[in-house]
């Protein structure tokens, strides 16, 4: 092969794999950053006692094969774009689109650089957690287990109590309409008896010259 066709072919050579393996890490980072967020945070808030602890330090492992894919996603983007002006532009504008993405290549390091040290400490002094799981407030998850029963207890008591209440409000309806049962058979009673009485004594006089009527008599 001549120079003029085995240097085309060798840069879309190198540019494929670049851009697949940019794909395929970049992808990478979107599943294991997805799978970590999902899981993690369902860990800490509805895992065992010390779940949040371990959840923590889980995530602070798994950073770093997340920021390998990321890093290796990023050079074999930025390397493929670098292949891809030198196959399709001219030497003159294939150079200067080099040059701005080495540029920029250089502006992410350093960036990197300083972000890394803004926020960089020292390991020795990471904190656990543990001034607040063992310390004086003894802070304790309750197992979801025991609190559901705690729940259940206390709403068969609840519901214990208002059958007792709604069994005492009967007895006393059942009572108060037995009892006004009897006084309005008793008034009813007696409102017949006094017009009975009126009908059979009606025009009675004593000796004394007074009305005489069986009621009032008793």
């Not at 970049?26 to 860990?43: P, W």
């Not at 493929?80 to 250089?106: Q, R």
């Not at 960036?111 to 926020?119: D, E, G, P, T, V």
């Amino acid at each position: 092969w001549a120079w003029s066709e085995l240097i085309p072919r060798t840069l879309k050579f190198f540019y494929y794999i670049m851009i697949v393996t940019a794909f395929c890490a970049n992808i990478s980072v979107v599943a294991k950053t997805t799978t970590l967020s999902v899981l993690s945070s369902g860990l800490a808030l509805r895992g065992p006692d010390g779940s949040m602890m371990v959840a923590t330090d889980g995530l602070y492992e798994e950073r770093t094969s997340v920021f390998r894919s990321f890093a290796l996603g990023l050079a074999a983007t930025i390397s493929s774009v670098v292949l891809c002006v030198w196959i399709l532009l001219s030497w003159e504008a294939a150079l200067f689109c080099s040059g701005i993405t080495l540029y920029a290549c250089f502006a992410i390091a350093a960036q990197y650089r300083r972000i890394h040290k803004r926020f960089d400490f020292d390991e020795s002094q990471t904190v656990d957690f543990n001034d607040i799981f063992d310390g004086p407030a003894a802070i304790r998850a309750v197992p979801v287990r025991s609190y559901y029963n705690n729940n259940k207890k206390k709403q068969l008591m609840a519901d214990k109590y208002l059958r007792r209440t709604h069994s005492n409000s009967l007895q006393e309806t059942t009572t108060t309409t037995a009892e006004l049962g009897a006084s309005a058979t008793t008034a009813r009673q007696r409102r017949i008896a006094w017009n009975e009485a009126e009908e059979s004594s009606e025009g009675m006089e004593g000796k004394d010259g007074a009305i005489h009527h069986p009621l009032l008599m008793v």
